[in-house]
């Protein structure tokens, strides 16, 4: 990497090694002998990290051109769409969730969905990531890889505080299963701006009347969360109220330097009165 002065990016500490595995078997094998490099995909958030300063990798395994890994397609149980997908990729295919085709069209600029991956926004881990909560209302189920095998873990644990995943130090996020679902859906970002905006609050709803409900947030919470009471409390039948002020009372928002605990919690209500009253 170029030092500061030369043209390129500044970092206070250098990359001594560089793996770009072509395929995922030897991407795996990678990850096996490095489990301490950094990965990276598209780098929208690591090199974000790395010109900042909060991140000072001295290794990096670098997936952008590992085949295996950006593939989306109907499977048994589903569908299935690989951790390389980009955002534009997810736009373009005609083939996504439109919950999911919803999200990936605001996160950042084109420029950015370009090279932004699902794998990584999903395991970026940020609270305010804007396809987390959808995977939540789809029932979504996380497919990693080491060496030694393969596991599925549910989007509903993977996130298990804030930016911390269940991910193993040898495995790698290889994609995500989205099961066959019915009923109405709904997403809405709320930012300073239209695009570009990182969120206040993030939401991803899906009803089945009588039968199933998810109402899911981002930004509201050290990870993405599921208003499980006032999923059920909908289900039963309550009144659209009723559920807005469970849904105030399940959330956990914070004060920061984009809005407020009690803003969030005003607007994640909203959301929820003017989708329920939509209907």
């Known amino acids: 990497m170029r030092q500061p002065g030369a043209g390129g990016l500044l970092m206070s500490a250098p990359v001594t090694a560089l793996f770009r595995p072509r395929t995922l078997n030897d ?27 909060t991140l000072k990798p001295t290794a990096i395994l670098d997936l952008w051109g590992c085949s295996g890994l950006r593939w989306q397609q ?4 589903g569908q299935f769409h690989g951790a390389g997908l980009t955002c534009t990729d997810v736009l373009r295919s005609g083939q996504s969730h439109p919950l999911l085709e919803a999200a990936a069209a605001t996160v950042g600029a084109v420029q950015i ?3 932004a991956t699902l794998g990584g926004n999903i395991c970026n881990a940020s609270p305010a990531g804007d396809t987390l909560p959808v995977w939540l209302a789809l029932k979504a189920e996380f497919e990693v890889a080491s060496v030694r ?10 996130w298990q505080g804030y930016k911390k995943i269940d991910l193993r130090p040898d495995e790698l996020f290889l994609g995500i299963l989205i099961p066959p679902l019915f009923g109405h859906t709904h997403f809405r970002k709320v930012g300073t701006r239209l695009a570009q905006s990182i969120s206040k609050v993030v939401f991803a709803g ?19 969360m599921r208003c499980l009471k006032a999923e059920t409390a909908l289900v039963a039948g309550a009144a659209v109220d009723d559920v807005v002020q469970l849904v105030r009372e399940e959330i956990a928002p914070i004060d920061d330097i984009r809005s407020t605990a009690v803003y969030r919690r005003q607007v994640a209500g909203n959301i929820v009165r003017r989708w329920l009253t939509s209907l």
Do not use: H, W
């Not at 096996?32 to 900042?52: L, R």
């Not at 095998?149 to 993977?158: C, E, L, M, T, V």
């Not at 899906?206 to 993405?224: I, M, S």
């Open 27 to 53: 991407a795996l094998k990678m990850r096996a002998e490095q489990p301490g490099a950094t990965v990276m995909a598209g780098g929208t958030d690591v090199m974000v990290y790395i010109e900042s300063g």
């Open 74 to 77: 109907s499977i048994t149980g």
């Open 113 to 115: 969905q370009n090279r």
């Open 149 to 158: 095998g393969r596991r599925r873990i549910p989007a509903a644990s993977f």
């Open 206 to 224: 899906r009803y089945n009347p009588g039968v199933d409900a998810c109402l899911a947030f981002g930004a509201v919470g050290p990870t993405p």
